[in-house]
C-alpha cells in the first residue's frame, strides 16, 4: 500500500505537472472509484476550471481548483499511481511501492484509468489503479485525519500515544491519531528506536517517546528522499531467518494491528531495558 512518502511524491507530480491547466473533459464514469458522485458529476464540478494547488495529509491529497471551484480528494488505496501527460504527449508516472517510472510514451492498460482530468491544449492526469481500491470524491473531509506523520510535534505524538493502551504500532497505524504511517514505515521507526511494537502505547515513557518522534522525522525523510518506504534499513531484514542489521539478533514476527509485523528479538523486547 502506497504511504506518506510515496503519496508525498504523487502530490509533487501534480504539483509539478498538472496545476494552472485547463480542464476541457472528465472521465468519471467508474462509480465505484468516484462514489458517491454519479457519473458526470465530477465532469460538470470541474471543466473549465485549473487545478491551482496541491496539497496532502497522511495518504489523503486533495487539489484546489481556484476561485469558486471545488476541492478535489484523491486517495491511492491499495495500489493507485497518480500518472500526468504533458503537452508533448510524454507521460510522468507516480512511484509504485517508490520505484519511479521514467517518462514514456507507452500507453497502460485503459480499462485501469479509474478517473482522468484531460486538458486543453493536450495531456492529462490520470489515477492509474489496477484493484480498483482508489477514492475520488468531491470536497474530501481532510479534518478526519490526526496530524501528518511527517509534521506532528513531540508534544502531540505523546499525547496521542498517552491516550491509547493499544499495542504502540496499532495506534501508530491509526489514520486518526497519526496520518501516513503504515505497516512498513512503522516497522522501520520502531525498529530505530528500539521499540517493541507489542508494548501498549500508553505505557512509553518520556525518553522513549523522543526517541519515536525523532526516528518518526528520520525515517519519513529517508523515505522521500530516497522514493518510498521499501528503502526503510528494516524493511530487507523483514523475512524468516533474518537477523538485525544493527545487533545480529534473530527477527521476530507476530501479527500486531492487523498486520504481519517484524522487530529485532534482543533490542525491541516487549520489556524496556
Known sequence: M???????????????SALHRTIEDVDDADTYVCRPHAPGQLKDALVGHQLTAAHRRGKSIWVETGG?????????????????????????????????????????????????????????????????LGRVRLDPDVDALGPDAGEVREGELHELLSRSSAPVKARLLDQHAVAGIGNLLADEVLWQAEISPRRPADELDEDETVRLHRALRSAVRSAIRKGGVHTGEIVPHRGAGRHCPRCGAPMSRSTVGGRTTWWCSQEQADTPR
Do not use: N
Not at 502506497?2 to 509539478?16: D, G, K, N, Q, Y
Not at 500518472?83 to 497502460?108: C, F, I, Q
Open 68 to 132: 469558486d471551484g471545488p476541492v478535489l480528494g484523491i486517495h491511492l488505496g491499495m495500489a493507485g499511481r497518480i500518472h500526468v501527460v504533458g503537452t508533448d504527449g510524454l507521460e510522468e508516472v507516480g512511484p509504485d511501492y517508490g520505484r519511479a517510472a521514467p517518462r514514456s510514451t507507452t500507453p497502460g492498460k485503459p480499462e485501469w484509468d479509474r478517473f482522468t482530468i484531460v486538458f486543453r491544449g493536450g495531456g492529462a492526469l490520470r489515477l492509474f489503479d489496477k484493484r480498483r
Open 2 to 16: 502506497p504511504e506518506l512518502p510515496e503519496v508525498e511524491s504523487a502530490r509533487a507530480l501534480i504539483e509539478r
